[in-house]
């Protein structure tokens, strides 16, 4: 049976709509929905002078192949004020309801994955809804202990801590939290990317990995006791590690993933090696569930310039978690 596939619209101003149309003239290995606004995805269809009919789908129906020039789409009604590139936070609730309705469907076995579009976090926090990103929200709607793990040709890097400010970091990283966290990543590296033992890279939290103390002392009272502990279960794991030499090529070479400290320490690596081609993946649900590795780029909306490769390599990521899962 093909891959089923869910994909959110994400924020409606955006380039998210834009992308789940350029995208309807591929030649996709799975059945497809869009949810989101048919209106939405008309009018933006217009725009782009793009020739696209939207098919109504509604949950139940039968999950076909998707075809070029085709969507079928998942009537999720959005708000008003839908002029590309002007966001509003009356919106949010638009964006929430197709997170919502898509998590929803991939618990009840409707489709096998989901795939999301960017969205806007400071328009939903202005609506007046505490909104971290995705990957927490997702993990709210599951029960799921999520970890969120970025990829790109030769290089997966994952995440001890996702949007937290710079200053709460030091205290969000504990034992107790990195050994969830690697136990989950070493997990679906076996279970989901059929890697039969996982080599992984820890990169310290401070300069130099603290300089034995004199820079910090996490590396000596939190990360070291974590890997020590783990590699009593068989975890091969290598660190903490200098983060400023830990993506040399020759430390890369043997390594299956690396787990950064923070947001900012290991994606800007791994974007500047693939962006256009990176897949935010989250690790440690109940679902699969993969995302684009950009913004909303509400310059671009409406604008027929955004490039789909980032959502492209999301999708056929998605497939190839779900081909993995059933073997």
């Not at 050994?179 to 990169?203: K, M, N, Q």
């Not at 090529?249 to 690396?258: S, T, Y």
């Amino acid at each position: 049976m093909m891959p089923r596939l869910v994909l959110t619209t994400g924020e409606p101003a955006g380039i998210g709509p834009d992308l789940c149309l350029q995208i309807a003239s591929q030649n996709l290995p799975c059945a497809l929905v869009i949810a989101g606004d048919p209106g939405l995805l008309s009018d933006r269809a217009c725009a782009l002078g793009l020739d696209i009919e939207p098919v109504n789908w509604s949950p139940g129906s039968p999950s076909f192949p998707h075809s070029p020039e085709r969507l079928h789409v998942w009537h999720v009604a959005s708000a008003a004020n839908l002029s590309p590139g002007q966001l509003s936070p009356v919106n949010a609730d638009y964006v929430l309801k197709t997170l919502r309705a898509a998590t929803d469907a991939c618990l009840a076995g409707q489709f096998d994955a989901m795939v999301t579009g960017p969205i806007n976090k400071a328009s939903i926090n202005q609506a007046g809804i505490p909104f971290s990103g995705h990957t927490e929200y997702i993990a709210n709607l599951t029960g799921g202990e999520p970890v969120m793990l970025l990829t790109a040709p030769a290089l997966r890097v994952a995440l001890a801590t996702t949007h937290l400010p710079l200053t709460e970091v030091s205290r969000a990283i504990t034992v107790g939290s990195l050994e969830r966290i690697l136990r989950t990543l070493h997990r679906d590296l076996v279970g989901r990317f059929d890697i039969s033992d996982p080599r992984i890279l820890v990169a310290g939290l401070n300069p130099h990995a603290g300089e034995g103390g004199y820079l910090g002392r996490e590396e000596i009272e939190t990360i070291e006791p974590a890997l020590d502990s783990l590699r009593a279960e068989g975890l091969n794991l290598v660190g903490p590690l200098p983060a400023d030499t830990l993506f040399l090529p020759p430390m890369l070479v043997e390594a299956d993933a690396v787990l950064a400290m923070y947001h900012d320490q290991g994606l800007p690596v791994l974007k500047h090696l693939g962006f256009g081609r990176a897949v935010n993946i989250t690790l440690g649900l109940p679902i699969i569930r993969t995302s684009v590795d950009h913004g909303t780029a509400l310059e671009l909306a409406g604008t027929g310039k955004a490039d789909p490769g980032s959502l492209l390599a999301a999708i056929d990521a998605a497939i190839d978690l779900v081909r993995r899962s059933r073997h």
